[in-house]
């Protein structure tokens, strides 16, 4: 009875707190709100470290959507962890994750968002780790130290925010385009930003934490943890007026989205592939974000949520289903044993592609309109319009290997009924996934892009959807081994396959000399400076030389003809001086 109590309480809280959400969000947006609450704590040496809360409509839409999602997602762990023998902690670390991130969006101060970024940090390796075997340990490991780094550039930010008298980024705004300083605190928020969001060279702890239970990552990579670093770049875009950083961030985000597609189409682990397209869609928010158009990212941010964490929950149901078998080689025909499972999973994996009149449709059609339009060069408008293409791509070959293929699990029959708590969460996020891209345009933009293109741009992205869309059924019938065999080498399809070496570089390559320097730091800490320098140290020394002395004593007679010519060498320039 405990189970299914903290459940529904947890679920029921979180959904009233989002109808909450909603109605105070259409009250400010009418009538052109913003309500900023201080609460000063302590003030010494003329610095007041003080609590603040901003209320505004994005900050009301974004936590609606983030509610509005976690209550859908503990609703659905309750079918889900059914198995779990301590169900409660698991909802209760979930409601944790929940409350950092709300903390992170309504705060304007920079201690207070530090509080809520550390708190995702934490719970997050946590949430990871929670089936507590070697590779969940490996992953959560990856996830914490690489968001160290965005913590570390945080912290760095509030005491040069020290220099200013306030750590509430409100304040900064007249002043931006005059000081030079200020600049240091756009670099710190991107760098913090690109470590929480999976940008290149960050990429690699993303598909890792799909080591966590599938509702975690639902709730992980559509509104939660990847999020926090493009909206900490929504609220500081005023900082980044004529900021160099900013294309060095366009050229690597752009990077991320192409490099997340290519490594999509070689996976095949169904959570990764989902994973990687996170990557690619949070690529395309930072690439937009850098190029001064936060509004729309903050739209893709929204409409993503609802598609992706609808993604992840029928994922969830298949893996179940499967056996906990994720490899998407062993299924196949789904659609005739699940069919509203797979009404969810097609109409979300289509969103994701764009396809006219669902929810990623309008954001990702005005954005890549705005590319377009925008004075670009041709490698960034590339990057853009093949991850488009490339988006298609592993998403129909998803759908192939999934609904269409034959089924290929060992055994013959193991399929059971549909879970009908899990299918009211996704039905809850399917509506969503139908309805929130036009009602979000309507609520976000009160006046119309005037968006002006010639016929061909216009229609370039239905050119490179079609091209995914038939490029990805070729693949999906075509054997792995024969793909490398006509379309690319085995060395270049190992680079691709593991996203460009990412993984490798971030752990073994970071790791491994550290851990090799404290072993040699510790061996000469154990041995003691007076065995290293007296006894232990001569005896290594005098070793060396007299391994040099035999080699010369070998009467090689190379080493004899290399010394007359170095000799011939030094007198002649001895001569020469």
Not at 473 to 494: E, G, P, R, T, V
Not at 511 to 516: A, C, S, T
Not at 557 to 573: G, Q
Request: glycine share 4%; with cysteine.
């Amino acid at each position: 009875m405990k189970k299914i109590n903290i459940c529904f309480i947890s679920f029921f809280f979180l959904f009233f707190f989002m109808l909450i959400n909603f109605f105070m969000m259409i009250y400010f947006i009418m009538k052109n709100l913003i309500i900023f609450l201080e609460w000063e704590i302590i003030s010494f040496n003329s610095v007041s470290v003080v609590m603040t809360i901003l209320l505004d409509w994005m900050s009301l839409l974004f936590m609606m959507f983030v509610s509005l999602i976690s209550s859908c997602v503990i609703y659905y762990s309750k079918s889900y962890m059914s198995s779990e023998l301590n169900l409660s902690r698991f909802i209760i670390l979930v409601l944790l994750f929940v409350f950092s991130m709300i903390l992170l969006i309504i705060s304007p101060n920079m201690i207070s968002i530090f509080l809520g970024w550390d708190g995702l940090g934490l719970v997050s390796y946590c949430l990871v780790i929670y089936y507590q075997n070697i590779k969940s340990y490996n992953a959560g490991m990856l996830t914490a130290l690489s968001n160290r780094i965005g913590d570390v550039m945080i912290l760095m930010l509030v005491s040069w925010m020290l220099n200013y008298g306030s750590w509430s980024y409100i304040f900064y705004l007249d002043f931006m385009n005059n000081d030079y300083s200020m600049k240091i605190i756009g670099v710190l928020v991107i760098i913090a930003a690109m470590t929480k969001s999976a940008q290149i060279p960050f990429s690699s702890w993303l598909p890792a934490a799909m080591a966590a239970p599938t509702p975690v990552s639902a709730l992980v990579h559509s509104s939660t943890l990847v999020t926090a670093g493009v909206y900490l770049l929504i609220r500081f875009n005023n900082f980044f007026s004529g900021l160099f950083f900013l294309k060095i961030l366009l050229l690597l985000s752009g990077l991320t989205m192409m490099m997340a597609g290519i490594c999509a189409n070689y996976e095949f682990d169904l959570k990764k592939i989902i994973a990687l397209s996170t990557l690619s869609q949070l690529g395309l928010m930072m690439s937009i974000l850098s190029m001064g158009f936060y509004d729309l990212a903050f739209f893709h941010l929204l409409t993503h949520a609802m598609f992706k964490a609808l993604l992840f929950m029928c994922a969830g149901v298949i893996i179940h289903m499967m056996g906990n078998n994720q490899d998407i080689r062993l299924m196949g025909g789904i659609s005739f044993y699940v069919p509203l499972t797979s009404l969810c999973m097609n109409i979300s994996n289509l969103a994701l592609c764009g396809i006219p009149f669902l929810a990623g449709f309008y954001s990702k059609d005005m954005i890549l309109e705005m590319v377009s339009m925008s004075n670009l060069n041709l490698l960034i408008f590339y990057l853009y319009y093949f991850s488009t293409g490339l988006t298609m791509f592993y998403t129909i070959r998803l759908l192939m290997y999934l609904m269409v293929n034959e089924y290929n699990l060992l055994s013959i029959y193991n399929l059971y009924d549909e879970d009908y708590i899990m299918l009211k969460s996704m039905f809850v996020l399917l509506f969503m996934s139908l309805v929130s891209g036009s009602i979000l345009s309507w609520l976000i933009f009160y006046y119309p892009y005037m968006i002006y293109l010639p016929i061909s741009l216009k229609l370039m992205v239905i050119y490179v959807s079609i091209m995914g869309l038939l490029m990805g059924w070729l693949i999906s019938n075509m054997n792995i081994y024969s793909l490398n065999k006509y379309l690319m080498f085995y060395n270049l399809s190992s680079f691709l396959t593991v996203m460009w070496f990412l993984p490798n570089l971030s752990t073994y390559g970071v790791n491994y000399n550290f851990l090799k320097l404290g072993q040699i730091l510790n061996k000469n800490i154990d041995l003691g400076w007076s065995e290293m320098y007296s006894g232990q140290g001569m005896y290594k020394i005098i070793k060396y030389y007299s391994l040099v002395s035999m080699i010369y004593q070998i009467n090689n007679f190379k080493i004899y003809l290399f010394s007359f010519i170095l000799w011939v060498m030094i007198f002649i320039i001895l001569i020469m001086i």
